[in-house]
């Protein structure tokens, strides 16, 4: 995971994503719709692939977004447990609220058989993209992977935070973060 404490801008992992994102962002260097960083959340990153997608005007970022424990520290580790309420406060300004980014929440874990690891948790972006190339087989690129058949995770078995609580998600609606809801797995 990005460590904002020993990951800083000019540091070399963050330098290395930045320039990723430079080499995507030239036309005629990638074509693609969709572009997604699984598990890098930190804002160093992810606003600027924001901005790559608004310049290059034809691609959606699907962003995992930054978690914070209770005590509202950036969560680095899988022994932190994500706070919603401390995610969404600290998630407030970010520019994921852009037309062409969409910030989802919480991880969630994937059943991707034996012979591939079994149940592994993962970032959100990773089912949100399996759910979206799900949608597109079912019903074109131009409908939204929404719903019990287009907007199920396939192989999903729960989510890091249970959001079934409806106030829950339309918290994180409000706050331009697209809930994963573990009971059904719908985007």
């Known amino acids: ?33 969709l572009l997604s960083i699984p598990g890098i959340r930190h804002k ?8 790559s997608s608004e310049e290059k005007f034809n691609v959606l ?57 079994g149940i592994l948790e993962t970032p959100p972006s990773v089912g949100v993209l399996g759910a979206m190339a799900l949608n597109d087989s079912l019903a074109g690129p131009y409908t939204s992977p929404m719903g019990y058949t287009r907007g199920r ?9 249970d959001l079934s609580e409806k106030i829950d998600r339309d918290r994180l609606i409000a706050a331009n973060i697209n809930p994963i809801v573990s009971d059904v797995t719908p985007l």
């Open 1 to 33: 995971r990005f460590d904002p404490n020993l990951d800083g801008p000019t540091q070399s992992t963050t330098a290395a994503y930045l320039k990723s994102i430079d080499i995507l962002s030239e036309k005629s260097e990638a074509d693609m719709q």
């Open 153 to 161: 995770i396939s192989g999903a078995k729960s989510t890091k935070i």
């Open 61 to 117: 970022f699907v962003a995992d977004v930054e978690e914070f424990d209770s005590a509202g520290n950036y969560v680095t580790s899988s022994l932190q447990d994500p706070d919603l309420t401390q995610t969404i406060n600290n998630f407030d300004g970010r520019s994921l609220g852009s037309s062409f980014a969409a910030g989802y929440f919480p991880n969630v874990s994937i059943d991707f058989g034996d012979e591939a690891g």
């Open 44 to 51: 160093a990153v992810t606003n600027v692939a924001v901005q």
